[in-house]
């Protein structure tokens, strides 16, 4: 017996871009271990970068000031986005 799962056509984008941006974190956050960002800040970068390049959401500002404190590590990374990367810093 085969059981099919239905997704309504509002989910099915939604759905794909999640799957999208949890494919594509754990490749940045490798990246960015192997040029020196610590393992916590590796973590909220990538998140953040990858949300950014998948649905183009501008990262939170605690998202923000990390960036720009590996703002030299992500560009070593090679995932630089010039949008994200100079982007004026918001304080919460």
Known sequence: ???CMTVDNT?????VRRIAIRE????YWRRLI???VPINAAKV???AIARYDV???VPEPGQQVLIS???RFICRAQLWRSDLLLAPVRHA
């Open 11 to 15: 989910q099915a984008p939604q759905r």
């Open 55 to 57: 649905v183009h959401k």
């Open 24 to 27: 594509i974190v754990p490749i």
């Open 45 to 47: 970068i990538a998140w």
């Open 1 to 3: 017996m085969t059981t």
């Open 69 to 71: 404190q590996y703002c």
């Open 34 to 36: 192997e040029v020196g």
